[in-house]
């Protein structure tokens, strides 16, 4: 494990540990979370896209669950960004007292989308 996923996982553990049920609700922390939620819908919808662009110039798909779907664009579409839609709708359900938890998710699937973006396009320039 790397130092910069060991310290990712050092700020999950002490985000997740601090109680937010005795804190007042802070408004910048929501605002802050709601933006990372965001940011993690637009990149699932830019891993979509650059996953489509590498798979026209002949690379597979990485993830064994959507290697089926890679060569039906609608229905990879649907899937993908259907499960981002649903992350992003159930993180927006979730109470403003409870900002760390949608702050941590988001953060965690951002992160491993933009490493799935930057790994697609280090394929495609090796290509």
Request: glycine letters at 8%.
């Amino acid at each position: 494990m790397g130092d910069s996923m060991r310290a990712f996982v050092l700020a999950a553990v002490l985000l997740w540990a601090v109680p937010v049920s005795a804190q007042e609700p802070s408004r910048f922390g929501n605002h802050f979370a709601n933006a990372m939620v965001a940011a993690q819908l637009t990149t699932t919808v830019v891993d979509y896209g650059v996953t489509l662009r590498a798979v026209d110039m002949g690379l597979q798909e990485g993830h064994p669950l959507w290697r089926p779907l890679q060569h039906k664009p609608v229905v990879f579409g649907i899937a993908k960004i259907g499960i981002g839609a649903s992350t992003t709708y159930g993180l927006s359900r979730l109470p403003r007292r409870e900002w760390k938890k949608k702050l941590l998710i988001a953060s965690a699937i951002t992160a491993i989308n933009v490493w799935a973006i930057s790994h697609n396009a280090k394929a495609m320039r090796n290509r």
